[in-house]
């Protein structure tokens, strides 16, 4: 007989006597208990975001539209003598009225702008109205207002403007999208600060996506630990937090002074007097491109992280190069998180306003852009310029650009996601 005695096998069975056994159990109610509290804080976090969101998305709605209290230098009314009302009446009957009303050097101004026979019914009246009849906007209620207390707004304009109309008026339209600019908020538009934006986000797109993508590439890819390299990286991560107005002060002094014969346009033959101090849109986009680039290599670079590097093993065990591995396994993998990272920073140079100031964004600008030499606005700065004046009309204009300004990021970035998922499936 062996004096070796086989184990029990008690021993491997589990026991729940033991004092391990029993704390497990005591706390196991507490820590459920601990988790439904999480659970419900983080469940009130999100109704209070989705309700602050929804409030604010309200107020501006309330804002686009409403009564307002409009009073003419000119009786709509007594301006035809023919009998018919304004809106009876056609092109050809209303341009007799504007050429009556208006100086000679103002009608052949309107005749270059398009000539009769170019212009429709509805293009006629609006320039009759604004030009002979002359609106003023003296008041304006948004939207909840206009519908709670109308007695009490028909009673005021009719004490205040006994001249006036009340009008329900709708701010944001496609006259409203397809006007410039203009000091009176019935006429003033939003599309010169539209095409300023798409001009300056075009370029921020060509500028700091392929130089992110490349810099993200080297970083993760074929940078060595080093010194040098760590100090880069570090200098990149402290960039994403620098404040967008710093970048607005490097911009004036790099792009619109050093650089000014390039930015310009001086350099290329462009010898506009007006666009001449390098204020100009490549200027802003050169700017806005520097601002977003550290968060694009961040983004660039976490993306490329997170392949497997089970798929770089398995192309270098098939024979292939670093590069080769690079852009047919890393970057097509790694391709939809980069475009994640770029949309969210894209958007965020869509609704920059400091830098744009600080470089000599224009606040008042009729003519729309022609080219990247050409002096710009872009849709923030209007809204801040249109929210700083004092009539009330101004901030329902603000209010519309606003809704415009959200519009476009929406679709910029809905195009942005599509692209994503394109790729992302075609690889």
């Known amino acids: 007989m062996s004096d070796y005695e086989k184990p029990s096998m008690?021993?491997?069975?589990?026991?729940?006597?033991?004092?391990?056994?029993?704390?497990?159990?005591?706390?196991?109610?507490?820590?459920?208990?601990?988790?439904?509290?999480w659970k419900v804080v983080f469940q009130i976090s999100t109704v209070i975001g989705i309700i602050a969101l929804a409030t604010l998305i309200l107020k501006i709605f309330n804002d686009t539209m409403g009564y307002a209290a409009i009073q003419y230098k000119k009786n709509p009314a007594t301006i035809s003598t023919t009998g018919k009302s304004l809106e009876e009446m056609s092109c050809s009957e209303l341009w007799p009225i504007l050429a009556?009303?208006?100086?000679?050097?103002?009608?052949?101004?309107?005749?270059?702008?398009?000539?009769?026979?170019?212009?429709?019914?509805?293009?006629?009246?609006?320039?009759?109205?604004?030009e002979v009849a002359e609106p003023t906007v003296k008041k304006t209620w948004p939207l909840l207002a206009s519908l709670i207390n109308y007695q009490e707004i028909q009673a005021y304009t009719a004490e205040k403007y006994p001249e006036g109309?009340?009008?329900?008026?709708?701010?944001?339209?496609?006259?409203?999208?397809?006007?410039?600019?203009?000091?009176?908020?019935?006429?003033?538009?939003?599309?010169?600060?539209?095409?300023?934006?798409?001009?300056?986000?075009?370029?921020?797109?060509?500028?700091?996506?392929?130089?992110?993508?490349?810099?993200?590439?080297?970083?993760?890819?074929?940078?060595?630990?080093?010194r040098i390299n760590n100090i880069i990286q570090t200098n990149i991560n402290n960039l994403a937090g620098v404040p967008s107005i710093i970048y607005g002060m490097l911009g004036?002094?790099?792009?619109?002074?050093?650089?000014?014969?390039?930015?310009?346009?001086?350099?290329?033959?462009?010898?506009?007097?007006?666009?001449?101090?390098?204020r100009t849109i490549l200027s802003a986009g050169l700017?806005?491109?520097?601002?977003?680039?550290?968060?694009?290599?961040?983004?660039?670079?976490?993306?490329?992280?997170?392949?497997?590097?089970?798929?770089?093993?398995?192309?270098?065990?098939?024979?292939?190069?670093?590069?080769?591995?690079?852009?047919?396994?890393?970057?097509?993998?790694?391709?939809?998180?980069?475009l994640t990272g770029t949309i969210l920073a894209v958007s965020r140079a869509f609704g920059e306003t400091a830098p744009l100031v600080v470089v000599g964004a224009a606040t008042f600008i009729t003519f729309s852009p022609e080219s990247i030499f050409s002096k710009f606005t872009s849709v923030p700065i209007q809204i801040y310029q249109w929210t700083a004046r004092p009539q009330d009309a101004f901030q329902n204009i603000a209010a519309a650009a606003i809704i415009v300004l959200l519009v476009l990021l929406l679709v910029l970035n809905a195009t942005a996601v599509f692209l994503r998922n394109r790729y992302s499936r075609r690889w």
Not at 10 to 25: K, V
Not at 305 to 328: D, E
């Open 100 to 130: 009556e009303n208006v100086s000679k050097n103002r009608l052949r101004t309107i005749e270059r702008e398009k000539i009769l026979e170019e212009r429709t019914k509805t293009e006629c009246y609006n320039l009759v109205m604004f």
């Open 287 to 338: 700017t806005l491109s520097l601002l977003i680039l550290p968060v694009v290599i961040i983004n660039g670079q976490e993306a490329i992280r997170a392949v497997p590097n089970s798929l770089r093993q398995a192309s270098y065990g098939m024979g292939a190069t670093k590069w080769q591995t690079v852009w047919s396994h890393v970057l097509p993998n790694a391709l939809p998180g980069i």
């Open 165 to 226: 109309d009340l009008t329900f008026k709708v701010w944001i339209t496609k006259s409203f999208i397809l006007s410039p600019q203009s000091d009176d908020p019935l006429k003033a538009g939003i599309k010169t600060a539209i095409l300023g934006s798409l001009f300056i986000i075009l370029i921020v797109i060509i500028i700091s996506f392929p130089i992110g993508v490349a810099a993200a590439i080297y970083l993760e890819e074929y940078a060595t630990q080093n």
């Open 252 to 278: 004036l002094a790099v792009f619109v002074r050093y650089l000014e014969p390039i930015t310009s346009g001086a350099l290329f033959g462009f010898s506009d007097p007006t666009t001449a101090n390098g």
């Open 10 to 37: 008690d021993l491997f069975q589990p026991n729940y006597d033991r004092p391990e056994a029993d704390l497990f159990e005591d706390t196991l109610d507490k820590r459920h208990r601990v988790g439904r509290v």
